[in-house]
């Protein structure tokens, strides 16, 4: 029992080191995605997340976007609770069939002008959960996707770089 104790005191963590953090290449591009969102909005970009039957992998890097290290809101950048107040609407999952409604309805109560921005591989086919009798497998085939994100989940930053180029697409 003491060996274990005194082996686990001093043995290394089996965790990778954390990335270093590229502070330029974050504000530039956080920057970017703010201010064309304002050319074509002109405010800030509010975002609607539906997860439509995802494994919470997508929203677990969602959310990192608002952590310390992203912090995005300073840009502008922000989640609203209600589709009424949305400029895009970032859906996750595979589309489940009991999410298909309250995916559409969603769509429907947002204001024009709107896009839609599918994140991870599941919106695209279903993913990994294609082929399984409880989902649509894919978001396209329930509202009109603008742009999509692959990943597994794909990293906080290039969620922002895609949507930094629709917004480049639709200012243009
Ligand atoms: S793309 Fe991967 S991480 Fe995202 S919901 Fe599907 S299985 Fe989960």
């Given at each position: 029992?003491?060996?274990?104790?005194?082996?686990?005191?001093?043995?290394?963590?089996?965790?990778e080191?954390?990335?270093?953090?590229?502070?330029?290449?974050?504000?530039?591009?956080?920057?970017?995605?703010?201010?064309?969102?304002?050319?074509?909005?002109?405010?800030?970009?509010?975002i609607?997340?539906?997860?439509?039957?995802?494994?919470n992998?997508?929203?677990?890097?969602i959310?990192?976007r608002?952590?310390?290290?992203?912090?995005v809101?300073?840009?502008?950048?922000r989640?609203?609770?209600?589709?009424?107040?949305?400029?895009?609407?970032?859906?996750?999952?595979?589309?489940?069939?009991?999410?298909?409604?309250?995916?559409?309805?969603?769509?429907e109560?947002?204001?024009?002008?709107?896009?839609?921005?599918?994140?991870?591989?599941?919106?695209?086919?279903?993913?990994?959960?294609?082929?399984?009798?409880?989902?649509?497998?894919?978001?396209?085939?329930?509202?009109?996707?603008?742009?999509?994100?692959?990943?597994?989940?794909p990293?906080?930053?290039?969620?922002?770089?895609?949507?930094?180029?629709?917004?480049?697409?639709v200012?243009?």
């Open positions: 029992m003491r060996s274990l104790l005194l082996e686990s005191l001093f043995r290394q963590p089996f965790t080191q954390a990335p270093l953090r590229d502070d330029a290449a974050m504000q530039e591009l956080a920057t970017a995605l703010g201010q064309a969102g304002r050319k074509r909005l002109g405010r800030s970009l509010a609607r997340e539906v997860d439509a039957g995802s494994c992998g997508c929203e677990l890097e959310h990192a608002g952590n310390v290290f992203y912090d809101e300073r840009f502008g950048i989640f609203v609770a209600s589709p009424r107040h949305a400029d895009v609407l970032l859906v996750t999952g595979p589309v489940t069939k009991n999410m298909r409604d309250a995916l559409k309805r969603v769509y109560a947002m204001p024009n002008p709107k896009w839609v921005v599918s994140v991870g591989d599941c919106p695209l086919d279903g993913g990994c959960f294609s082929g399984s009798y409880a989902v649509e497998g894919g978001v396209a085939g329930v509202v009109p996707v603008d742009l999509h994100i692959p990943g597994c989940p990293r906080p930053i290039e969620i922002l770089k895609r949507l930094l180029a629709l917004l480049e697409c200012a243009a």
